[in-house]
């Protein structure tokens, strides 16, 4: 199997940071990272342009750095909510997903490419979650999100229904004292 080493433009969370040199498999390289521009070639006749780049790069990640840091004091408070439709339990009819998130912080004014957003799986059930936000590789961001059903208070999450079922007599009981 044929390596190839690259010098990475753009930080790819498998593979390494921007400005790192790197190899990788020649196919990889040659249909992926090259053509998407993620990366260049590292050979002997451009290496020493590879090092001068290497180097802005560098300078250019601290500068990136520094910016994710203020970006991260500016955006503290933030809190998101949203309000879905929701049926019995809690549970959404459709969901809330990275997309949603990233349009509700730019309507706020904070342009997040939806990527950069750390969820898991899609919230399907109302509750408060807590969502993160990588604004640099070194830097994240814990944004906290409110999902609530449409036209005011949330159904009853489902454990707490269930508890609260079990305390309850049974209505047939209820009806047999209620005869007596």
Do not use: C, W
């Not at 498998?14 to 990788?24: A, D, P, Y």
Request: no cysteine; hydrophobic share 40%.
């Amino acid at each position: 199997m044929a390596n190839t080493t690259i010098l990475l433009r753009e930080d790819i969370e498998s593979l390494g940071g921007r400005g790192e040199i790197v190899k990788v498999k020649a196919g990889y390289a040659r249909n992926y990272l090259l053509p998407q521009g993620l990366a260049t070639l590292a050979t002997k006749g451009n290496l020493k342009q590879i090092e001068q780049e290497r180097a802005a790069l560098l300078k250019k990640a601290a500068v990136e750095k520094a910016t994710a840091e203020a970006q991260k004091e500016q955006m503290g408070t933030i809190e998101l909510a949203f309000e879905r439709k929701a049926g019995e339990g809690g549970t959404l009819f459709g969901s809330v997903t990275s997309m949603d998130i990233a349009d509700a912080l730019k309507a706020k004014g904070y342009e997040i490419d939806r990527r950069r957003i750390v969820l898991k799986d899609a919230i399907k059930e109302t509750g408060e979650y807590t969502v993160t936000v990588k604004l640099h590789r070194e830097v994240a961001l814990e944004v906290p999100v409110v999902v609530s059903a449409e036209g005011g208070e949330a159904e009853e999450p489902k454990k707490e229904r269930k508890a609260k079922a079990e305390a309850a007599p049974e209505p047939a009981a209820e009806a047999a004292e209620a005869a007596e």
